[in-house]
């Protein structure tokens, strides 16, 4: 399942064009604010479909009912590129668990690349809703690699993926791996370059976010 959030236009939109706009993602703070802002609507859009339960809440003045979450998901992350995604998510999702994920591209000589994965550090995943957050999705490696390391863990009873932009090939090759995954797009572009970079897209999310990485 695949949700488009700019299908409907709301401030996601501006968000968006803002990361993408060469004259305003130099700003790194405002770039990682803009991330965080869309992971916030995504974190808010992915929570009323998640089970919810009624419990009795002691006011000053009486009891109310109220809706609660069920049960807290487990936010994952990719590093670093996630990380602004990720405080977003905290934000809304305040009393989360957390999982992180090293997953980076190691480039050959010839222009490919290998997707390698160095590090995991979750909790219990077994049966547990799993929001992973990365900024791009563009071939969908990574983020299948990361999944297959949190179903060593434990097998969630729900996966989501929450990204700002997506490409319709990485969207394909992730359902292919995780069919009843649903996926959370800020939006999505149809072309891919032979380097696995977006098109229109915005460029490398973690370097105008981070500062450009040296390539080992």
């Avoid at 999944?147 to 060593?152: K, M, S, T, V, Y």
Wanted: net charge negative; proline share 4%; glycine share 6%.
């Amino acid at each position: 399942m695949v949700i488009n959030l700019s299908d409907n236009h709301s401030l996601l939109s501006n968000w968006l064009s803002e990361i993408r706009s060469v004259e305003l993602q130099t700003d790194r703070q405002r770039f990682r604010k803009n991330l965080e802002k869309i992971a916030e609507v995504c974190a808010y859009e992915i929570s009323k479909t998640l089970p919810w339960v009624k419990k009795e809440i002691a006011t000053p003045l009486g009891t109310s009912t109220c809706k609660v979450l069920e049960k807290q998901p487990v936010l994952a992350t990719i590093l670093r590129a996630g990380l602004a995604m990720h405080n977003g998510f905290l934000n809304y999702f305040d009393k989360a668990d957390n999982a992180f994920i090293s997953a980076y591209r190691k480039h050959n000589s010839d222009g490919s690349f290998d997707i390698s994965l160095d590090y995991i550090s979750c909790p219990e995943m077994e049966d547990r809703v799993v929001i992973i957050s990365d900024p791009m999705l563009a071939t969908g490696a990574s983020l299948v690699k990361a999944l297959q390391f949190i179903r060593e863990a434990g097998n969630p009873a729900e996966i989501h993926i929450a990204c700002a932009l997506a490409c319709t090939v990485g969207i394909e090759y992730v359902l292919r791996a995780e069919p009843k995954a649903k996926i959370w797009c800020g939006d999505i572009d149809d072309e891919l370059t032979a380097k696995g970079y977006i098109v229109p897209g915005l460029g490398d999310a973690g370097d105008l976010a981070y500062g450009v990485k040296v390539q080992m």
